[in-house]
């Protein structure tokens, strides 16, 4: 049974997305609407059990032994040496947990607001669920990369059906596809590489042997090769453009995974293939990849500054908040064999990894609220907006604690990150973390003056948006209504997490902390 | 749970409740109580009820306790892994900790009893107004529960700020005040003004909030350079001596300055929050538009407890600051005080916002205190923090009764007397008449705080006047009764032995401290009303039954407060005094390395700060008394008709003054504007450059390729293939003429063949 849990995980999924395909309707006697309310509480049920599975997940892993457990290791291709490897460490246990988390919140607030083409809309949820737990269980390279692409299908018509006309969702999705599939034809050339030099695609295996270890060039190839897959993905400056327009086309439900889960993909490669499996090359390199972080941080938050579109601003937002992770994954890697560093790398691991876990938590919540605005005033236009926190005060509550969250405000999770990332910044790379620490006066500045003071303060004018839609009825009215009941159960539990996770972060953080002593004691020789 | 070994009085574990007294509050506020205004009211009033009791008994206890400086409790626990080890989080209670807990949870409540006035808690609400903007007279605010949610997170963040036993604690919970500050000064968010530069509540919080995360930033940066020398953040293992020595002996090479100890270019960082956070030069700007929040949060928060964080946090790191003796970072913090106190006393002269000499006021003292940390004067800089934290909540407190006085005036006025119809004319007349909608509601252009429109309301609201009046004297030192006399007189004593240049420039602020003391006093309260609002201003409503007795029970501490620290050696009364707050916050000092020995007495600062704090009350009373004279029952047109006695003799400097240096339009030309252009440009750059030109391009690229490939297709590989079918079909045309069926001609080709090979075999060289 634990060795074919994570089987269990990623596969549940895929299961219920094959199950919206059967012909319920015919089978039970149920009209459309029957069919389709069939489909989305089963879909949602179904997601329940990877969800539950993950706590299980969490709570059995032994901390104290730590490394990779729940393993399961079996011949898949034979001929060439390709086996069926999964496992979790402390470092993709909770990326899991956000995964499974993310979908069934994701699920049950489409479930209110997908009108159209509901069958296929859940089971492309579904399938995208499957392809993101499945690459962060992978510990093999060609199921690695199997997974990674398999999460591109479903995002890549989720973005392209759902999304709204104006915002040409077709070519938003086709770039986003592209320009995600680039990147990995340079990472499948390398997982080959890999293989002629080593004879494995094991992820374990391969960071142990090390390969192209004697070559300056071929390991610089093969880190680049990774690396550029990866940046396009997290994305790094300057192959960040794919993000604003995927994200203003995406379904909200869609932009959530995009932004909470997807992007934790590119970061996740990095830590787990790239740091492990090229020490060396990444810390000859060190320094650009923290340069491009800071870049992130920096331009990120002034083109968000800039916008007037709420749901493209939170898209360069992520920009910027993605290169925090950047920063300090390339201090840690510029630390890579110097004793007195252990900690400070490993902090800035801690840090990066956590903001991986809180940008997932807030920026989600950030585009389910951003949802909630639009399906009921269909508009996304800041100038538009203003005093709604008089007359949608719990939205406004909620949206507060979210942005306070995303500005790294000291006791709520947003800042431990942050926190973590420059005390590792600052005591390998000072110069580049002073510049960095100018993103969080940015910040708050597109936070606060944009967002907050746009949408919910001064005085609200009824003449700008004439025509509200109530969520739960349809109806047109003349006014906005409050948060709907579905809204509040979508929204409370990660306001919750951003809340505990901001006074008590030491069990994330103490996950992470125990990888990445393990990972950068190993590159000191200790 | 781990605690300091030696034996601690029982009630010194319950120090960790302090917080969330309050914290409770806020929480039972926002998740229950909050349709409810009178039980979201006192259940803040509770919360902060509970802290003060429990925060006077924990602190009264630490007086007697032996040799606390040198033995503080702690209570703390691991919170975060770092790497190998873990950074332990928790409270610790030493002097200066407990000094501050006889000042802030007290000073909360009094705030929050009187905002329970101030909000018009227990009045019907008003069908005219409007959710985010300040209520009717008579009329509670719709917003009030929200209002005491604020202010217990708030009370939260103080408390706990004064316990922290680390800087990341200290930072976590300096950071909610800052949250709560945001809120509360932009509290009436949806308030907007006739006049367009007018700063609006919501943009003042923004100000606000945005000029303090500089310092914050730059604090930050100190902080993090300080936790990679130190590998720990508790205050415990940073001021260790030999912790203190290797920061000051190690050195940095900054570019442009040298090597400089890692001690001083911490110090300077970690100042850097206090500059934000306490107002001063150069992030200075953002304390007199907090002004636009409620008044009791203007005592609050920018009076007495969060502006005053900045110079606790300045204390509390002081064995930092002091690493490097006299060092730059002292230097720094002395100049940066010394000429933030002077400069903001300048530009309170020339105010006519009651509110905003006060802001002025706090900035110049704030920068008092500060000047004093720079020369050494630990314990004087702490006696006048909290000294001043009571008289200036009082000065607070008493403007907002004033104001609300005048509001009532003006409501008053407009609704019966039509004496008034000639204030409405100029209020409303050049202005589009927002009002209609409201009638008999607040009239917008009426300024209630402008000291020009008041005069003469000693009559009307005695009460009032005699508490602020003695809030006033205690500011500007009145000798002997007065608190603020006690500790600006230590300050300067200190000032004379140590550093005399600082010693002028503090007596200079401290004159003419005085000197505008004494004129918001007599502009407010004496000579007779200058408009009708003033005339009909009164406090009888049974809101001001809220907000005079705290007024009063501060009044006692600002007299009653400095008495705790007269000087042993002070000719005359010294000899009654033990002088228990030196005592007390020298034994800490002591533990700390810190010189903080009592001064020999010295008769010139005496006689100077019996000089400026006499002679600027004198003076001003002199200029003001006749100021703005009106024939009798006549009143003020506008406000600008009041001339300032000052405006004439000061010349050009008169209106520089009034703009406060003209500070706001130059960081909003070039930070602001500049940020702007800078992300605007960079948009562009974004959706131009990187994205239509080489992403699309590439994309466009690929296109194009695949035209070319199509067109290679077509014509070439397919051409080819049809070539190939093309030839085939020909040759094989050709080779149908061979093809004759004819066994002859076959045997003849073979037979050609046959000879040539045989031929080409013999003949070519083998």
Known sequence: MTNSLLTIITFVPLVGALLTLLPWGKWLKLDKAGEERLIKNGAIAISLLPLGLALMLWSGYDQALGGFQFEINVPWVKAINVNYHMGVDGLSLPLIFLTTFLTVLGLWYSARVIKTRVREFFFLFLLLEMGMTGVFVSLDLVLFYVFWEVGLVPMYFLIGIWGQAKDRPQYSAIKFFLYTLAGSVFMLLAIVAIYFTTGTFDIVEAAKLKPFADSILLSGLAFWAFFIAFAIKVPSWPFHTWLPDAHTAAPTAGSVLLAGVLLKLGAYGILRIVLPIFPEAFKRYALIVVALGVISIVYGALVSLAQWDLKRLIAYSSVSHMGYVLLGVGAAAYAIGTPKWVDASAMALNGAAMQMFTHGISTGALFFLVGVIYERAHLRDLKMFGGFSSKLPYYYGLFAVTAFTSLGLPGLAGFWSELFVFRGAFDIVPIWAVIGVLGIVLTAAYILWKIIQYTFLGQYDAHKIAHWTDVETGAELHEPKDLAFFEKVTLWPLVAFMIFLGIYPAPLLNLFNTVFVRLMSGFAGK | ?766
């Open chain 2, 1 to 766: 749970m781990t605690e300091s070994v030696s034996s601690f009085p029982v009630i010194f574990n319950l120090t960790p409740i302090l917080p969330l007294l309050p914290f409770a509050a806020f929480v039972l506020i926002v998740l229950w109580a909050n349709r409810s205004k009178k039980l979201s009211a006192g259940l803040a009033i509770g919360g902060i009820g509970l802290a003060w009791i429990l925060g006077w008994a924990i602190a009264i206890t630490t007086f007697s306790v032996e040799h606390f400086g040198e033995h503080p409790f702690r209570v703390f626990r691991d919170w975060l892994p770092t790497g190998r080890t873990w950074q332990a989080f928790g409270f610790a209670l030493d002097p200066l900790a407990g000094a501050m807990l006889i000042m802030v949870p007290f000073v909360c409540f009094l705030i929050f009893v009187y905002a329970v006035g101030y909000m018009g808690v227990g009045k019907p609400e008003s069908a005219n107004d409007e959710r985010g903007k300040p209520a009717e007279p008579g009329h509670v605010d719709r917003l009030a529960s929200r209002f005491f949610a604020y202010i217990a997170l708030f009370a939260t963040g103080m408390i706990g700020l004064i316990l922290a036993d680390n800087l990341i604690m200290l930072l976590v919970f300096w950071e909610i005040m800052g949250l709560c500050s945001y809120l509360l000064i932009g509290f009436w968010f949806a308030r907007s003004y006739d006049d367009p530069k007018q700063i609006t509540p919501k943009e003042a919080g923004l100000k606000a909030f945005l000029t303090t995360r500089i310092g914050d930033t730059l604090m930050l940066a100190g902080m993090l350079l300080l936790y990679a020398r130190t590998n720990s953040l508790s205050f415990a293992d940073i001021f260790k001596p030999e912790m203190l020595e290797q920061l000051a002996t190690t050195t940095v090479n900054l570019p442009g300055v040298g090597a400089t100890p890692w001690a001083t270019l911490i110090a300077i960082l970690i100042f850097f929050g206090a500059i934000g956070k306490s107002a001063q030069f150069p992030l200075h700007v953002w304390l007199p538009d907090a002004m636009e929040g409620p008044t009791p949060v203007s005592a609050l928060i920018h009076a007495a407890t969060m502006v005053s964080a900045g110079v606790y946090l300045v204390i509390r790191t002081y064995p930092l600051m002091a690493a490097v003796e006299h060092g730059p970072a002292l230097q720094f913090i002395a100049f940066t005080g010394a000429f933030t106190a002077l400069f903001a006393a300048t530009i309170a002269l020339a105010q006519n916002d009651i509110k905003k000499v006060l802001a002025y006021s706090t900035i110049s003292q704030l920068g008092y205190m500060f000047a004093a940390l720079g020369i050494g004067a630990y314990v004087a800089a702490t006696f006048h923090l909290l000294t001043h934290a009571f008289f200036k909540a009082l000065l607070f407190l008493g403007s907002g009764s004033v104001i609300h006085g005048m509001e009532h005036g003006h409501h008053h006025g407009h609704q019966g007397h039509g004496e008034a119809g000639k204030l409405v004319d100029w209020e409303t007349g050049g202005h589009g008449h927002q009002s209609t909608d409201h009638p008999s509601t607040n009239l917008p252009s009426f300024d209630p705080q402008d000291m020009r429109n008041m005069g003469g309301l000693f009559r009307k609201m005695p009460r009032t006047a005699w508490t602020f009046i003695i809030g006033g004297l205690a500011l500007s030192g009145f000798p002997i009764v007065t608190a603020g006399f006690w500790s600006k007189d230590e300050i300067l004593a200190d000032a004379w032995a140590h550093n005399q240049l600082v010693f002028v420039v503090l007596a200079v602020a401290a004159l003419l401290t005085a000197f505008y003391t004494a004129r918001q006093i007599v502009m407010t309260f004496f000579g007779q009303p200058r408009t009708a609002a003033a005339e009909h201003a009164s406090e009888h409503d049974s809101i001001f039954q809220w907000m005079t007795i705290p007024l009063m029970a501060l009044a006692v501490f600002a007299v009653a407060g400095g008495w705790v620290g007269i000087p042993k050696e002070f000719p005359g009364l010294g000899a009654l005094s033990a002088n228990p707050f030196h005592h007390y916050i020298g034994s800490l000092a002591e533990a700390l390395h810190i010189e903080a020995a009592e001064l020999p007495f010295n008769a010139v600062p005496l006689l100077t700060s019996l000089g400026v704090a006499l002679g600027g009350l004198t003076l001003g009373w002199l200029v003001y008394r006749g100021a703005g004279k009106l024939r009798a029952g006549h009143h003020l047109a506008s406000p600008p008709e009041y001339v300032d006695p000052l405006a004439r003799p000061l010349g050009p400097l008169y209106p520089v003054l009034q703009n406060k240096y003209y500070f706001d339009e130059l960081y909003h030309k070039v930070f602001i504007k500049g940020t702007q252009r800078l992300s605007t440009w960079l948009f562009k750059f974004d959706s131009n450059i990187i994205d239509d030109t080489l992403v699309d391009g590439v994309g466009k690229a690929g296109r194009w390729l695949s035209e070319v490939g199509r067109w290679f297709d077509t014509h070439i590989v397919d051409g080819a293939v049809n070539g190939i079918g093309a030839v085939t079909g020909w040759f094989g045309s050709v080779m149908r003429e061979f093809q004759t069926g004819k066994a002859q001609n076959y045997l003849l080709v073979g037979l050609v063949t046959v000879s040539v090979l045989l031929g080409a075999f013999l003949l070519l060289p083998k």
